[in-house]
């Protein structure tokens, strides 16, 4: 499986730099976990490929370029673009995003061969398909509701936190999946800054490394992803300063595989 984080900024000549903005994972160059910089910083050949797009929660970081990239390919899809998220997540996105006032209401548009985007609802808890792979979702702790995700395709398997603050369903569930390749988690505030962190339902490498004492798999990779911009230096010094194992700062526009 191979997956990358969108770079979601850039340089004065528009060279992709390491500050996350957004967030879109992208899979196998087919599915992405959420949309933030999709409709931005896919190749051409990703653009192609991409049909299937998991969202966890309706957040501007995690969505804010998804209209764009259905109106990008509106003329030339020659099948949906399929949203798969929980009821609850989709009935925020036709309300506050997709509601013909900030874009169209595309779900109810066609092009000349069909309809151009649907919605595939999830529960929580039920395995479901998307594209090639097979997805479990989870409730974590964020201020709106959002969904940490197990990830597979057959062979490799992976988790995704999502945003979130303390958590003991997410645990539970990647720890009862037999393998385990890679986990990305996020770290969004700096250690200093753990009220803000904790009002905003959010980790510090802290409270990060609190949350992995309940991962039970051992020799993972463990990505650090979500890292507030403005704080990334010091991010970045206190994920290294805690000397977990298997952890990094994930980087975006690279290829990870597993
Ligand atoms: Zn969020
Ligand atoms: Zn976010």
Redesign the pocket.
Known sequence: MKIQLLPSSFDESGRATPAQRL?CFVIDNQVTVDAGSIGLALSDAQRRAVRDIIVTHP?M??IASLPIFVDDLFGELTEPIRIHATEEVVNLLERDVFNDNVYPRFAELRNQHGPVMEYRPFKVGQEFSVGHLRATAVDVNHIVPTVGLVVTDGTSTVAFSS?TAATDEFWTLINKTLKLNALFIEASFPNSMHELAKASKHLTPQTMAEELRKLSHNGIDILAV?LKPAYRVTLVEEIEALGIKGLKVMEAGRVYEW
Request: hydrophobic share 0%; aromatic share 0%.
């Open positions: 967030t957040h970081d995690h945003d979500h």
